[in-house]
């Protein structure tokens, strides 16, 4: 009974000691009230009030700073067990000013479960999502990247990967550093200027790697919060309380408390769901770490994917998207939509990838990104003329970027910043694509009315002579590989590329690509003793990347040798003409990159990289 009435007069200091202190004229001890029955005046009250006062202070410091999982108390620990709920309520007590821990109304469950997974969901889906969590892979050589053996929510996991991988390569002294100082995640600086990272995957402790992790779930977080709040989802089961005992891991304790879950519906999610709103970086990085073994479990990635949804604002998702009708984990198979996609790159859960708002008239149009990126976006489906990704997501801030597939995503990145800057050709061809695309209303397709193009040139300072302009309007709309056939033959001095050296766009550099996807690898070494088992494992693969100059891409595609008919009728023979690369090797992954990078050859050793 002591200990009860201890404990609550520990509960009234605390919440004493996190309520602003009040206006008043009278002196402190006046306005404080009674504890345990003692008369407010008496000197035992005061007394007892400050030694209260002063053990709440120190639990909640012990409670910020053990984010950390401690080590197992040893046999002789006495009182392990109570310590550890009395810092449990401590915790679970929200920080003024920082953080409020609450459930989810039914109201706002079901519309969170069918937001995601519609009203008529597969079990085969929603074990997909409830059997994937965010785990780094425990293979030496992709040690860095994060393992997937579900399909589906690829999506959630290639998104976390792109920062995952921003911070290990540009900032990997930076994770050194205390998780109290989020302004140094990088967000300031600048990638032209930054030097080449060392990289060495070996070196990375199980520090850097979580460090990393959980600075690129709070950004993602804090960026569909507008950087000024992040929710964070977490399961309400009393297991799961971060608890020790001995012999047993924490990691063991939550996937013994989530072998009974099982998310079917929203009555479900309802159950188990708790969501803790922060509006301080430090305490939410603080708390993203102490539930770094929750987000390792099965659960984690449907639990991120939430926390997203929850810090973007359910309101503001369905007000991203042009058809909030539709879910957001798509069927049959599935796989995470573009809009959850965008929603971790950029914070808003727009479903189209081109930049800016598509006008279709009478008051309707298309949404898509609206900011630059800290990483970027490429896509297969922009090689097949499916779509048009933008410069934003392009050229994203870091050399990395998230790769789409017609059923997979997977991440793309270099190691040097320099491989984003861009020589006089790249930076020509920019300018003007950009300024064909603001006026390309075609969603993509490639082609403008004459107006529109008469804004283009005006815009880029192109003097096109007059039998030129004719024939590329004869037609009543343009299209832009016939309008950058003529810029590439067209005199700098007119606006256009024309280079008699033929060097001005050659470029050489190398890229990586994983696949977190647990699959079979047949190179050599990598296969199991005995040479009959391939190893499951993700895949690392190095590309060399040659851009050659000059060469267009449909030039290119179409394998067409020696100069274009065009550049050939004017004095080609004066010109330094400059021999095509081979194509030495191909994979669709290849096909992504030049979506990027135009007229690109890539080789690599060993298996060709998978984007499924």
């Known amino acids: ?121 597969s079990k085969d889906i929603l074990a997909q999502w409830c059997n994937q969590g965010i785990r780094f892979s425990s293979d030496p050589e992709t040690s860095m990247g994060l393992v997937q053996h579900e399909g589906g929510p690829c999506g959630v996991l290639a998104a976390i990967q792109a920062f995952v991988f921003k911070y290990i390569i540009f900032f990997s002294d930076g994770l050194k550093e205390s998780l109290r100082m989020p302004q140094n995640r990088g967000l300031g600086a600048s990638s032209k200027s930054h030097s080449v990272p060392s990289y060495n995957i070996s070196s990375l402790t199980e520090g850097v790697k979580v460090s990393a992790l959980v600075r690129s779930m709070g950004e993602i977080l804090f960026l569909c919060g507008n950087n000024k709040r992040a929710v964070i989802a977490t399961l309400r089961i009393p297991e799961n309380d971060i608890q020790r005992f001995e012999g047993i891991s924490e990691e063991e304790v939550i996937a013994n408390s989530l072998k009974a879950l099982s998310i079917e519906s929203a009555l479900d999610l309802l159950k188990v769901l708790r969501v803790e709103t922060h509006t301080s970086e430090t305490t939410a990085f603080q708390r993203l770490e102490a539930l770094i073994p929750l987000f390792q479990s099965r659960m984690g990635a449907l639990l991120f994917l939430i926390s997203a949804l929850l810090s973007r604002g359910l309101d503001l998702v ?124 075609s969603g993509g397709g490639g082609f403008i009315s004459v107006e529109g193009f008469h804004q283009v040139i005006r815009e880029t300072n192109i003097k096109l002579p007059a039998d030129k302009l004719d024939n590329l309007c004869s037609a009543g709309f343009i299209v832009w590989s016939e309008f950058w056939q003529v810029i590439l033959d067209l005199d700098k001095s007119l606006g256009g590329l024309k280079d008699s050296s033929g060097l001005m766009g050659k470029k050489v550099f190398e890229l990586f690509h994983f696949n977190g996807i647990a699959k079979s690898d047949l190179n050599g070494s990598q296969v199991n003793f005995g040479g009959e088992t391939p190893l499951q494992r993700p895949r690392l693969t190095k590309l060399s990347v040659s851009v050659p100059p000059r060469w267009t891409p449909e030039e290119f595609m179409a394998d067409v040798q020696g100069p274009s008919a065009s550049g050939a009728s004017d004095s080609a023979g004066k010109d330094t003409e400059v021999s095509k690369p081979e194509p030495v090797q191909h994979a669709p992954l290849v096909d992504c990159i030049r979506t990027r990078w135009p007229r690109a050859v890539c080789s690599w050793s060993g298996d060709p990289p998978s984007i499924v």
Not at 353 to 365: A, E, I, Q, S, Y
């Open 318 to 441: 369905q007000s991203d998207r042009d058809d909030p009708s539709l879910p957001l984990v798509t069927a049959p198979f599935g796989h995470a939509s573009q809009e959850i996609v965008n929603l971790l790159l950029c914070g808003q859960a727009v479903p189209n990838v081109f930049d800016g708002r598509m006008d279709l008239g009478g008051g309707m149009f298309l949404k898509g990104i609206s900011r630059n990126v800290e990483v970027g976006f490429l896509t297969l489906l922009e090689s097949l003329n499916f779509c048009k990704v933008g410069q934003f997501l392009k050229t994203p801030k870091w050399p990395i970027w998230v790769v789409g597939s017609e059923s997979h995503y997977t991440v793309l990145f270099a190691l040097d910043p320099s491989v984003q800057n861009e020589n006089e050709l790249e930076g020509r061809e920019t300018q003007i694509r950009r300024a064909f695309d603001a006026q390309d209303q």
């Open 1 to 121: 009974m002591a200990d009860r009435g201890e404990d609550e007069d520990l509960q009234m200091a605390i919440r004493m000691s996190m309520t602003p202190e009040p206006k008043r004229n009278k002196p402190r001890d006046e306005v404080a009230g009674v504890i345990s029955g003692l008369p407010e005046d008496s000197p035992e009250s005061k007394t007892r009030r400050r030694e209260l006062m002063a053990a709440a202070a120190e639990k909640r410091m012990a409670a910020i700073v053990r984010v950390s999982p401690s080590p197992a108390p040893s046999p002789a620990s006495k009182g392990v067990k109570k310590e550890a709920e009395v810092v449990r309520r401590v915790e679970e007590l929200p920080l003024r000013n920082e953080s409020l821990s609450k459930e989810l109304s039914a109201e706002e469950a079901n519309k969170l479960f069918v937001m995601v997974f519609g009203s008529e969901v």
